[in-house]
């Protein structure tokens, strides 16, 4: 009985931090923002707990047990509802991120760009060969890039069927290039996101360029904004809501794909996080989401087909 209350109590503890961590709006410290990236698995453990403590009679874990578990369903709910754009449709844009692993899911991203044919495409890890291979297979469709050369995983760059002007991009310890697009007489922002993982010792550096991120987002609310790439964050870390607090939704979540995981792509989707994203202002619509498996690459490339919308200052001029 006290054995079974023990293990019982320690799953609980152990989860209660994590959930804590999400009630309090923070990502703690390691091992923390590790596990929040998993959080709708922490009903194994936590189911596991309230079955020990009813076998136990454990009454005070049980509470503790159901309390937890109601947590995690509440947080585990897609997170708020998005109302349509009301302007006209102007364009139909799809749109492509993949993560290939230091260049190495390269050939089996060029066959999806072909077949799916994306207006535009971010690729984080494209190092100098994978930047070569590019433009050299797929080149003539996308005349336009913005890249970051680079070796290993800061390599990274943009492919367009638009027209795109060049930006400084965010400042990174992975390349993050941006642009502003032209799309059909709209200029629309354009910014691939790379922030470090948040490994143990390298948090505050995660949250930092996160941080950058969202300065970016927050900087212009006036002009159609298109964030994509690896985040390396679910929805379940403060540090990404808080980007979306800036007036950004996640294109999967419009799309009803918010808890589709996308890493790491050899357990996904019985297992995994959904850190791959595509953040759009409110501008747009989405639909269609799809995770496509990649050979050699840890990432599941995202595919998602967005509706830019006559932005709301112009919608409603007289």
């Known amino acids: 009985m006290k054995a079974r209350a023990w293990c019982a109590g320690v ?10 961590c999400r009630l309090a709006d923070s990502d703690g410290m390691t091992p923390v ?14 189911g596991l707990g309230l079955a020990l403590a009813l076998l136990g009679r454990w009454w005070f874990g049980v509470v503790w047990g159901m309390a937890a578990l109601g947590l995690l369903a509440w947080f585990i709910e897609p997170y708020g509802r998005v109302a349509e754009p009301a302007g006209a449709p102007v364009a139909h844009i799809r749109v492509l991120t993949s993560n290939v692993e230091f260049g190495r899911g390269t050939p089996a991203l060029v066959p999806v760009i072909r077949r799916e044919r994306p207006d535009i495409v971010f690729v984080e890890e494209c190092e100098y060969t994978c930047q070569d291979s590019l433009r050299r297979e797929v080149g003539g469709d996308y005349p336009y890039r913005r890249a970051v050369a680079a070796g290993s995983s800061k390599g990274s760059i943009i492919l367009s069927r638009y027209a795109l002007k060049g930006t400084d991009g965010v400042r990174g310890t992975m390349g ?29 550096l995660w949250q930092r360029e996160l941080g950058r991120l969202r300065a970016f987002a927050a900087a212009d609310h006036r002009t159609p904004t298109v964030l994509a790439g690896d985040f390396n964050a679910s929805q379940d870390h403060a540090a990404f809501r808080r980007i979306l607090g800036t007036g950004l939704h996640d294109a999967a979540r419009l799309a009803g794909s918010d808890r589709t995981p996308s890493w790491p792509a050899r357990t ?13 202002s409110e501008e747009f619509s989405a639909a269609h989401a799809r995770f496509l498996r990649l050979a050699d690459t840890d990432h599941r490339a995202l595919l998602v087909d967005v509706t830019m919308h006559m932005p709301r200052s112009t919608a409603t001029r007289p």
Request: aromatic fraction near 4%.
């Open 268 to 280: 996904t989707p019985t297992l995994g996080a959904q850190i791959d994203h595509v953040l759009v």
């Open 11 to 20: 799953l609980f503890a152990g989860v209660s931090v994590v959930v804590g």
């Open 33 to 46: 923002p590790q596990l929040l990236a998993f959080l709708p698995w922490l009903l194994v453990p936590t």
């Open 176 to 204: 993050m290039p941006g642009a502003l697009a032209d799309v059909r007489g709209h200029t629309v922002r354009l910014q691939l996101a790379h922030p470090m993982p948040p490994l143990a010792g390298q948090v505050a």
